[in-house]
DNA sequence: TTGGGTGCAAACTATTTGCATTCGA
DNA sequence: TCGAATGCAAATAGTTTGCACCCAA
């Protein structure tokens, strides 16, 4: 299952329409994330865009990696998956979803949410109002 | 509800009891932050447990508030709970249970496992084995 | 004496920030 | 042109590590 925009890895053009939909101005680094992390449903942390991104050139600094990934998930291109202390998962799947989460490898896979059903949430505290509903499964090899 | 150990704040004693109990050594440092800790249920970061320890005095450093939270969490007598990506909170809450997360706030609200149930949990992939699910509500005030 | 346990300063890592430079409309 | 975007360096914050010290056997 793919970016709902996408049906492949994805074109240029096809990535500069998909930001300019989402109010993102299309620069010449955005695009280069944009089409690593959107080529497919994947979970992938800053470090890991910034190694893909600058595999054979070197245009795409860390700053900016971190600072677009931000501005990707702030603007719903992506999200954040928060399952480990030491660093955000960023994920292309936008989709409500949840997580297995390994903790001996630190992969993650998604839990389709008509897979996972949750029954009498108890209401939010007076005043506030539900943001989201998060489903972390950590897992491990049986042999461990 | 507080600790299963614990009727009231925390004697020296008790304390000492306690850790002794879960095969770890008694020393000074440890003590003082069982004690922050384990008072009654609440959701502490390292910082947090750092400063209080060292409200009045100064006598713990922040490694060994680290390093023994840690301890500790290995250990069962408390657990970390992973919700925001800027850091760890402990809880004192050692029984299963989910979490409300306050975004607007950075607090934490125990939701009791006995209040929130999920039907359905999928299979964890080949091999795995679950170790725990975790629920996390998200919650932001209604005016914001 | 000696070896594991303990505590802490310093190191490390992920992420953010400030600002001069460059780019895209 | 000119404000927005970028890149870099340095700052920051949370966390981990290396090693000196201590204590029980």
Redesign the interface.
Known sequence: MLHPAFSDKSSRKEVVRLLTEHGITPTQQRILIAQEMLSKHQHLSADQVMQRVNAHSNTVSKATVYNTLGLFTEKGLIK?V????SK?FYDSNTRHHHH?Y??DSGSL?D?ECE????????D??A?????????????????S
């Open positions: 954040e928060i399952v480990d202390s955000v297995f390994n903790v896979h839990i897979h996972l059903a949750i029954a009498r949430l108890p939010p505290p005043a506030m109002k539900i943001k989201n509903v998060e489903v972390i499964v950590r897992v491990s090899s049986k042999a």
